[in-house]
């Protein structure tokens, strides 16, 4: 049984209507529900059915999910605060190349906010579970597929990334001055 959060789907409901400057009326007569109802929805009174749900979301042009998950928010600022900071380490990349690493830069904070959300649940729920095909056979451990997934992605974020610091300008080093006592 999927428990719905009745509050957060109608501050999301009513943060899209206002948005789209609509009237409770207005998009319940889209959705083809009662203003009533509707204003029960949007208020956290009452749970839509997934039908309902599907009309709501589509009238206000967005995803289920949108109006289900609170995480988005807090993903998409994490990504942005993670993409601003690449854009800082890289922001010497040739203004030519920008437009083209931007994509890259992106998908570089995307993976990183997985990485690490990967990472605190490998560490608060291990790298192995135990496993079995059925109650007759002994669980044994088994790699957890997260661990996986966090090894792919970090393979894939480690590319980016040297792809990255490849279009970086070479600057020259000077050398440091040798220690009088290493010169001959």
């Not at 049984?1 to 509050?7: A, D, P, Q």
């Not at 789209?20 to 959705?31: K, M, P, R, Y």
């Not at 929805?41 to 997934?50: C, D, K, T, V």
């Not at 040739?94 to 890259?104: D, R, S, T, W, Y």
């Amino acid at each position: 049984m999927i428990v719905l959060n009745k509050e957060l789907i109608g501050s999301r409901m009513k943060e899209k209507r206002i948005h789209l400057n609509l009237t409770q009326v207005e998009l319940s007569t889209v959705c083809g529900i009662s203003s009533r109802y509707y204003s029960s929805i949007e208020n956290g009174r009452n749970s839509p059915s997934l039908e309902t749900l599907i009309k709501i979301a589509a009238a206000l042009d967005v995803s289920v999910v949108y109006l289900l998950n609170d995480r988005i928010d807090e993903m998409e600022k994490r990504v942005n605060e993670e993409e601003n900071r690449i854009a800082q380490l890289f922001e010497t990349i040739p203004k030519n190349l920008k437009e083209l690493v931007e994509g890259l830069i992106t998908q570089a904070a995307r993976l990183k906010v997985l990485l690490d959300d990967n990472w605190k649940d490998i560490l608060e729920n291990g790298e192995y579970e135990k496993f079995s095909q059925s109650e007759n056979q002994t669980p044994y451990d088994r790699r957890r597929p997260i661990v996986e997934n966090y090894d792919n992605r970090d393979k894939t974020y480690q590319a980016i990334i040297k792809q990255l610091t490849e279009l970086l300008p070479i600057t020259k080093v000077k050398p440091k001055n040798k220690s009088p006592l290493l010169k001959r």
